[in-house]
């Protein structure tokens, strides 16, 4: 036996000790998971030893960690039977800042300035952590190599720490954690073990609490997946998810480079956004060989991917440095384009592939890949190939891609249609889509608010401008002359449209004679470039500010075949004061029909004053 020998703390492991211990760190707990991947890292280093050396002190005892809590005695005390330390190892290694894990966490400390406390968790100070809780840290040691014996390292966390031998120790580490008054909750087994269960859950040897195994699941990311039963994955998924579903999609995959990946990917089975009210948080959490990093990392991937679950295991993050990840923005950034790169192939393939479940996923999780086709420009073409419109050539509940209808693509025709409404019966039934059928193009049909953004956003699939079947620059080509017979001919149209202009006034920006009409004697076509009749009414409905409150900009368009058209050019002249109020009604009837109609009141007082007129 020696007596206990004083050293100092080097400089910097003061200065680390003292924000340890000052700050107000709310995470407290992250001192476990510190602490138990310290005691897998001695136990993988004494299993790749044993490979080597015959001689190593200790022999068969078990690869495990083993956690004891005293709630009289407030102490936690975590052992392993790892490689151990020799009494030079305890200096350099708990003694100073030789280690790079704190060394970063020093540096970052340096270059931003910020409050020590908010560093700690994405850092892990490793050892250091459990001053955040100590009163008081007592390591004994026991190095593998035989020859030296084992010893007592003690501390308070104030700038000195003792050595001195200890006997009978076993090889590995214990390590016992005198606690703060105001951390004695660290003594009891529950509070443990939540705090197992959170970071710890996939430590790859035994961890057990109070003689009883803790960490019971796999971390099956990291097996093969040609081992692995359907039930396995289920109960990993709910372990990991916290859910009760089963998933509808899952992808397990592993690469090499870039980076090194395992990962474990499921969609569930619903969306929880479907009915409005949450936000669902990204919840594929980060692990660097089966230890937890970050359960929630906010840029391992694209926002629209967050309703992904699952893991992500690199080995390319080294524990030490990877507590640094949110700092490091390459390499999430590698990270997450190698994921969702992968994740978007799976999803082809499953369009392909299977295509009723793809369906399925589509009619719940589509809104997310409309969400990234309209924000994120990195993933856009990708994206705009996984969407689904119904279309007017498609039977009721099937749709088509942007792909599809554009192999089918009349000649010469440079745009792709689309109309937004509620519902196929609400599209169908407006004015609009005459003019298409007539000419034989296909329009896509929107059922959902996102669908005008992303429509408007993308602007534009393999070159084909997108472009809003109720949009005025939507140009089309002269049908055939219909019959004459009946109609109106070029002058006398050209007259009642000035008419009709003069008449309306300023509620229209143009009237014009149809090129698009065949069964409706009217329709109004939206001419502002900066907001579509659907937003519109959105903006109207969400009472946002200014909206409606200018009347909206129209095209009017007449069609002179329809007899209610002919009935106007004989009125003009012969009754005034109807023909104008027929024209008023005219424009609100295709306002209706736009859903642009902001006030109907006056409308109704106008039918009265027409149907006044019949005799
Ligand atoms: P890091 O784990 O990032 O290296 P830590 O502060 O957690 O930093 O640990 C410092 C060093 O102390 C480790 O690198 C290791 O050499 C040594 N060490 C800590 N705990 C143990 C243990 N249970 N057994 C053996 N060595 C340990
Ligand atoms: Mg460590």
Redesign the pocket.
Known sequence: MSTPQKFEFQTEIRQLLDIVIHSLYTEKEIFVR??V???A??LE?LRHLQVFEKEVFDDRLPMEINLTTDDKARTFT?Q?F????TRA?LI???GTIA????KEFLKALGESGAKGASLIGQF??????AFMVAKRVR?Y?HSWRSAEPGHLWESDGTGEYTIEEADGQRR??K?VVELKDECSEFSLASVIEASLKRYSSFVPFPVNLNGKRVNTIQAIWLRNKNEIKDEEYLEFYKFQANAFDTPRLRLHFSADAPLAINALLFVPEENPERFGLVRTEPAVALYCRKILIDPHPKDLLPEWLRFLKGVVDSEDLP??ISREMTQDRSLIAKLSRVLTRRFIKCLEEEAKDRADSYKDFYSRFGVYLKEGAALDATYKDELMKLLRYESSLTKPGETTSFTDYISRMKDGQKEVYYLVGPNRAAIEAGPYLEGFRARNLEVLFCYENVDEYVMTNVHEFDGKRLLAADHADVKLDDLPKPPAEGALTEEQTKTLVAWVKETLGDRVAEVKTSDRLVDSPALALNADKFMSPHMRRLMKAMKTEGAGDTPPRVELQLNPRHAVIKHLDAARTAKPDVAKLMAEQILDNALIAAGLLDDPQKMVARIYKLMETIS
């Open positions: 510190e602490l991947s310290n005691a890292d001695a280093k975590i392993d790892g490689v151990g330390m190892e350099e290694n708990l280690h790079s894990g704190s892990g100070v490793g050892f250091y952590s390591v040691a590995g580490c390590i524990l030490n």
